[in-house]
């Protein structure tokens, strides 16, 4: 049975009854009397205790324990909370007077104030152009607690301006491939989530968890799964996906091609790159030395809905069919796995005003083939 913590009032009212039980003849206690105040001092000063036993008893274990202790019951399981990572933008074009350069370090605003920094020093060719690479500029945590790495990925086709003008090289300059594999400082409760894992699941030398527990360590990586022998014997693949927060399962998948990590130049031949490279060379060194790991994003596959009884539903009733969807999408759903329909029956009957719905397709579980993740593609309401 929990502990009650009694409330202010209640300590008040305790103390007054003490004073007035050890003093004789003293009556009522009048409001401003010198008794009342003492008394209600206490009662405050005990209020504050209890609440530090409070604080005490819920960082005392890793269920509730917050912020350092949290990063302190995790480090007994070598779990580390994922720090926030820049984003990277590769052939970023530069245009200007042929043979100017442009400095390492120099610095790029976006249009909303987000910066990024070059590189290495590029020198324009005889045409007046060159391309390089850009980081972004990850803001001090004491302004922004997010770590403000997702805000720096961008779409293609984004115009930045360079903070202080360089010689020679036209001030202004518009991507043409995307700034991506920004991620921010991992939320509290998945970093507990993977910590608890992490107690449950003991390392077995390359167990299905254990590949699963080491990708989810890498920045941005939000859920894997192990599918044993993918390329052939002594292989492993491993499926990740990079999800965002905005409700649908469709922005998450991996930028770049599956492959293998660099560092398996001596044995293999098609090497991954972005996303899955980092995760590749990021599980290299934790992998068994026998295992070859083939990293790989899964294959989107639409899934579409027809629902009748329905047809006048609002725009906020649609959508919280989708997001009921999607839920059931991300909680369930993985590469060459099965979703039962009976889930997301029960997830739409659960929203207020669909009752009498009926769903017309799909009729029976949706089963992925190998390597498919499903995403929700089009609702028709009839």
């Known amino acids: 049975m929990p502990y009650s913590r009694p409330p202010l009032s209640e300590l008040r009212k305790r103390n007054k009854s003490y004073i007035k039980s050890a003093l004789e003849n003293i ?23 209890y609440g530090y036993l409070d604080w005490i008893a819920k960082q005392s274990n890793p269920f509730t324990a917050t912020d350092d202790f949290l990063a302190a019951w995790a480090a007994l399981v070598r779990t580390f909370r994922k720090a926030a990572t820049a984003a990277t933008g590769s052939s970023i074009p530069f245009s200007g007077t042929a043979g100017s350069v442009v400095t390492a370090g120099a610095v790029l605003n976006r249009g909303d104030g987000y910066q990024y920094t070059v590189d290495t020093a590029i020198t324009l060719d005889s045409t007046g152009n060159g391309s390089g690479s850009i980081t972004a500029v990850l803001p001090d945590t004491a ?3 997010t770590g403000g ?8 086709g984004i115009q930045l301006t360079f903070d202080v003008a360089l010689s020679g090289i036209n001030s202004t300059i518009t991507t043409t491939t995307a700034i991506t594999g920004g991620a921010d400082i991992e939320d509290e409760e998945v970093f507990r989530s993977r910590m608890l894992s992490a107690f449950q699941n003991k390392p077995q030398g390359g167990s299905d968890s254990d590949y699963e527990e080491w990708a989810l360590a890498v920045s941005g990586v939000t859920r894997a799964w192990v599918a044993r022998r993918l390329m052939g014997a002594g292989t492993v693949g491993l499926y990740i996906m990079l999800d965002t927060e905005d409700d649908t399962n469709a922005s998450g998948f991996p930028k770049g091609t599956d492959g293998f990590s660099s560092y398996e130049k001596q044995y293999a031949t098609g090497f991954a790159t972005g996303d899955q490279l980092r995760v590749a060379d990021a599980l290299y060194s934790q992998q068994p030395s026998t295992a070859m790991l083939y990293v790989c994003s899964p294959i ?3 899934v579409d809905f027809t629902i009748s009884g329905l047809s006048s539903a609002t725009d906020t009733l649609k959508t919280s069919i989708s997001t009921a ?9 993985a590469p060459g796995g099965t979703i039962d329909l009976s889930d997301i029956l029960e997830a739409i009957a659960g929203i207020s005003g669909t009752s009498g719905f009926i769903m017309i397709t799909p009729t029976t579980n949706i089963i992925m083939e190998t390597g498919c993740l499903p995403v929700l593609g089009t609702i028709t309401y009839s």
């Open 300 to 302: 989107q596959t639409s």
């Open 27 to 49: 009556g009522a206690l009048l409001r401003f009397s010198n008794m009342a105040i003492l008394a209600d001092v206490n009662a405050g000063m005990s209020y504050m205790h």
């Open 325 to 333: 969807i999607n839920t059931v999408f991300y909680n369930n759903g």
């Open 143 to 145: 302004t922004d607690s």
């Open 149 to 156: 790495g997702e805000n720096g990925n961008a779409d293609a």
